[in-house]
């Protein structure tokens, strides 16, 4: 199995762009989490699904934010318009069952 | 207020010597605790985790971590540490009901001298 699979690996963007983070998750896997990691913050999650369903989105930072799953093996996360405070390594998970994998991770920087 | 906390950012040792990274954590519920890994440029991986019987639990690369109720703690212990074992470590506690959203330590970071 590949694992998790995140891509860009690496994202510059100027303030204002749109960014779209992708996330292909283990096969199988029902649960599918993004999380954020900052110096300041740590990690922090920010939404979770559950079988494509979004359960909980209250770490989600604000509106600019948003995530979509269409399907079992594809996930996204959209932040429009990004912002300097935005930079961070975004992470995305799955599991099945008790135990969570996470992905190489997308490091996200915002001039 | 659920929290976890690894009160040590950073800590060195030799190699070959004894390591114990320590977590405490508060949590209104059953905890279910769990020891990550990551090294520079990865992402997480899962050196252990507890959810109930023995309070001794066994993970890979040779780590071990106790649990202890009264103590509300979950420290990360290694008898002999390896170069190859400076990474970041992360204690997490999460709930039986959903076992991937969870709060994470701030971190240890490890560093092994030769």
């Known amino acids: 199995d590949a694992g998790v699979i995140q891509s860009p690996r690496h994202e510059v963007t100027e303030m204002g762009q749109e960014v779209t983070l992708r996330c292909k998750p283990i096969s199988g896997h029902d649960y599918l989490f993004w999380y954020r990691q900052t110096m300041m913050r740590g990690l922090e999650l920010l939404i979770y699904?559950?079988?494509?369903?979004?359960?909980?989105d209250s770490g989600m930072p604000e509106d600019r934010f948003s995530a979509k799953m269409p399907n079992a093996s594809f996930s996204t996360l959209k932040i429009q318009p990004s912002e300097p405070r935005d930079s961070a390594v975004y992470f995305c998970?799955?599991?099945?069952?008790?135990?969570?994998?996470f992905g190489p991770g997308t490091r996200l920087t915002v001039l | 207020a659920q929290s976890v906390t690894q009160p040590d950012i950073h800590i060195t040792v030799s190699e070959g010597a004894s390591l114990e990274l320590r977590c405490n954590y508060s949590?209104?519920?059953?905890?279910?605790l769990f020891w990550y890994v990551q090294s520079p440029g990865q992402g997480l991986q899962l050196l252990l985790k507890?959810?109930?019987?023995?309070?001794l639990v066994q993970g890979i690369k040779g780590f071990e971590a106790e649990f202890k109720r009264s103590q509300s703690s979950f420290n990360l212990r290694k008898p002999s540490v390896h170069w190859s074992d400076a990474a970041e470590y992360f204690c997490?506690?999460?709930?039986?009901?959903?076992?991937?959203?969870?709060?994470f330590g701030q971190g240890t970071t490890l560093q092994v001298k030769p």
């Open positions: 997490a506690v999460g709930s039986s009901g959903n076992t991937g959203k969870l709060i």
């Open positions: 507890y959810f109930s019987g023995d309070t």
């Open positions: 998970a799955s599991s099945l069952g008790t135990s969570l994998y």
């Open positions: 699904f559950n079988n494509n369903v979004p359960i909980d």
């Open positions: 949590y209104g519920a059953t905890p279910y």
